[in-house]
């Protein structure tokens, strides 16, 4: 098992593109892939039902792993393992929409969601844990299940985005940050990245010295949501419908 998995203190950094993180992005990969395929399998509600509550349950039970380890390790932190990254609240969110299907919070998830988890499974920042540490495993699991989770209330329960979700979200994105910033403050911690760039390298890396990257993430979030919204404009303006049906998977209105 040990040359499987390990759970102790992390000896090594996990390197941009190696094998193991390259293996790690094509697994994800092919679930999704497999969903996008398998997907509308589900055609009763009772099935979207099961599925729905089942994949909640395996959502929070994963996260829930982390914080356990935290614990036993003596790992916590609130410099660093407070759960109030955007990762961390688009795993809170997917568990909340699977079970509610509520039309902000499913806004909330797909552009923070989207954006955020693809950038750190293109440029993970793990610490000095790598494969084949329980947090490796952990980690793209848990950014994975976001994916699996925005491609299932697209395909299955027929999400679309609200005409006011890109400034609602770059509305609460910002004001969520201005918290952030005092958390960071208080704790010493680098939440959001929001005081300094990630150590091993990100896509912040282009965009400029501290502070005035943080700038330029505020043109590069409005071109991305803008970008996640874009696909969406073609069958509305077909069919003028938005939002999760209530009764229809597919009508205007906020499910319950």
């Avoid at 040990?2 to 094998?19: A, E, P, Q, V």
């Avoid at 193991?20 to 679930?31: C, G, K, Q, R, Y």
């Avoid at 404009?233 to 906020?254: E, F, L, Q």
Wanted: hydrophobic share 50%; charged share 10%; proline share 4%.
């Amino acid at each position: 098992m040990s040359n499987w998995i390990t759970f102790g203190h992390g000896g090594n950094t996990l390197k941009d593109y190696s094998t193991p993180h390259i293996a790690a992005m094509l697994i994800i990969v092919l679930f999704c892939a497999v969903f996008i395929v398998y997907g509308n399998r589900f055609s009763t509600e009772k099935s979207r039902k099961a599925f729905r509550y089942a994949f909640a349950a395996f959502i929070a039970l994963q996260q829930l792993s982390l914080y356990v380890w935290y614990t036993v390790a003596g790992e916590w932190s609130v410099e660093v393992t407070l759960p109030i990254q955007l990762c961390d609240l688009s795993v809170f969110l997917s568990v909340a929409v699977l079970l509610t299907k509520r039309q902000l919070i499913s806004e909330l998830l797909y552009y923070w969601g989207l954006a955020g988890a693809t950038q750190a499974i293109l440029t993970p920042d793990i610490g000095s844990y790598t494969w084949p540490h329980f947090v490796f495993y952990q980690f793209f699991i848990s950014h994975g299940v976001i994916l699996l989770t925005c491609l299932y209330m697209i395909i299955v329960e027929k999400f679309r985005p609200s005409k006011r979700s890109v400034l609602r979200t770059i509305v609460i994105t910002n004001l969520y940050g201005i918290l952030i910033l005092f958390v960071n403050r208080l704790t010493g911690g680098n939440y959001l990245f929001l005081s300094s760039k990630p150590a091993g390298g990100s896509l912040l890396d282009l965009l400029g010295p501290w502070p005035w990257y943080l700038l330029s993430l505020e043109a590069v979030a409005l071109i991305l949501f803008t970008m996640l919204y874009l696909p969406f404009t073609i069958g509305r303006g077909r069919s003028g419908k938005t939002g999760i049906g209530k009764g229809s998977r597919s009508s205007t209105g906020i499910s319950a």
